[in-house]
């Protein structure tokens, strides 16, 4: 590989991605992790976009692997098992020295179109990550910081990074398992740990007793990182009752994670909170007039600073829109109360997110039409008490579709989307209903109509 050149990733979580993210830079190459719970279409469509030379899998994903690659001549999979640790060929640097403009990832994160867009994240985007959350949580020389985020998402990568910065340990799991998490954090000297609400719940669950009785955590814990949108009210006042060090963060792909995050010391008195601004960014909450809006009101969320992506890998269109004035336009919705901190409302307007994983509707939408039964489809969130929300799909088939006898439609769309989606964005629920779905007088599709109607008491006109 030579610098400039794109190397794809699509790894389980361990070893091997924690080298790789360390070890393609060095080359001066762009690290592009691919999410291994995609479906085999979404990620030949990724490889199309990125054109890597190469695509390095493990033994659990060879087979998507090259499954994904096999329309793509230009990627040629490597399996990880193979790789040796030989010296840079002849003439290829090691850079151990950065330009901080240099592109050192294409993540990808999907958008309202339903197309992902790959967001480049610099290696300055990476270094003011870094500098931000020391500033705020401090860096010790004995901290061991416990990755069982996937490595392929913004939040476990920058992990590994973030440590080799400040020179403390990163432990990195292959997945989440909440008694391995409880495990580490008690025995392997586990000082912070970075989780998502659901996994937050399923590692305090783990450490009751025969009794029910929740055993506390050691003090050598001294933060759990807490992302993903925003927190249940009953978990974070669970765990203020257990004295378990919960500090709320806000931030998404294209701030390379952590944007806003609460100081320990503020994590009851501010319970909610995802905290104020890390130096040196900025945050403005504005209304639909562009204007910053009142103290306690609610917005759009804008971030400027040096940890906001250098824009999406070829879709100037896309960046244009997402960042204007130096601005990035996040479409999340929040306020700002008077001391500067952020409470996030809710997620982009109709992003559904599960179990900490982004899904958008479109994409799912569009899985759904590709059943030729299916005239019109409507994908929302509905709050899940495990997951955070879940995704549920309101569908409306044509006149004319064809229903073999005894055949369960939900069924046989939710298989169908299994077969074209990653697991995570199949609907949990599909409703078919005999009326046209709620659009604007443009024919925009009223997803907020759908949510409304879903959350209706049963039987009544609302209901779908």
């Known amino acids: 590989m030579r610098p400039g050149d794109r190397v794809a990733t699509l790894l389980p979580d361990g070893a091997a991605p924690a080298v790789l993210a360390h070890a393609v830079p060095r080359l001066g190459a762009t690290l592009v992790p691919l999410n291994v719970r995609l479906s085999a279409p979404e990620l030949a469509w990724q490889l199309g976009d990125a054109t890597p030379g190469v695509l390095v899998a493990g033994a659990r994903t060879a087979a998507l692997a090259e499954e994904a690659a096999r329309d793509a001549p230009h990627v040629r999979v490597l399996a990880w098992d193979r790789l040796d640790y030989a010296a840079p060929a002849p003439g290829v640097p ?27 994240l610099t290696v300055g985007n990476f270094w003011w990550s870094a500098v931000g959350s020391a500033l705020n949580l401090g860096a010790r020389a004995d901290d061991r910081w416990l990755a069982c985020l996937p490595l392929f998402h913004v939040g476990g ?11 403390f340990a990163a432990l990195v799991h292959d997945g989440f398992d909440a008694a391995a998490v409880n495990r580490a954090i008690d025995d392997d000297g586990v000082t912070i740990v970075s989780v998502v609400a659901v996994m937050l719940e399923r590692m305090l ?8 009785r929740d055993r506390p955590y050691p003090p050598s814990l001294r933060c759990v990182l807490l992302g993903g949108g925003p927190a249940p ?29 609460l100081a320990p010391e503020d994590a009851l008195p501010r319970l909610g909170a995802a905290g104020r601004a890390l130096y040196p960014n900025a945050l403005r909450v504005v209304d639909d007039d ?23 890998w070829a879709r100037p269109d896309a ?21 500067g901190y952020l409470y996030v409302l809710d997620r982009r307007d109709d992003l559904v997110v599960t179990g900490g994983e982004n899904v958008y509707p479109a994409e799912v939408e569009a899985a759904l039409l590709a059943d030729a039964r299916v005239a019109e489809a409507a994908v929302v969130g509905v709050p899940d008490a495990t997951w955070g ?33 990653a697991g995570y964005k199949v609907p ?31 039987g009544s006109d609302a209901t779908p």
Request: aromatic share 2%.
């Open 233 to 261: 009210r009953p978990l974070l006042e669970r765990c203020a009752a257990l004295g378990v060090p919960v500090v709320q963060t806000y931030g998404l792909t294209e701030t390379c994670s952590q944007v806003a995050t």
């Open 290 to 312: 562009g204007r910053d809006a009142a103290p306690g009101a609610a917005g759009a969320i804008l971030v400027r600073g040096p940890v906001v992506t250098a824009g999406y």
């Open 319 to 339: 960046t244009a829109r997402a960042i204007v004035d130096g601005w990035l336009h996040t479409g999340d919705v929040g306020r700002l109360d008077a001391d």
């Open 428 to 458: 949990r629920e599909v409703r078919v209903v005999a009326t046209p779905l709620p659009r604007t007088a443009a024919g925009k599709l009223r997803r907020a109509a759908v949510r409304e109607a879903l959350r209706a008491p049963p």
């Open 389 to 421: 929300q879940r995704v549920v799909a309101v569908v409306r088939l044509a006149d004319d579709a064809p229903n073999a006898a005894g055949e369960d439609v939900a069924a046989a769309l939710r298989a169908g989307c299994r077969a074209r989606l």
């Open 94 to 120: 090691l850079r151990l020295a950065h330009d901080p403009d240099a592109v050192l990832a294409i993540l990808y994160t999907s958008g309202t179109t339903g197309r992902p867009k790959g967001a480049m």
């Open 157 to 167: 990568l920058s992990i590994v990074l973030r440590a080799a910065v400040f020179g």
């Open 205 to 212: 669950d783990a450490r009751r007793d025969a009794a029910g």
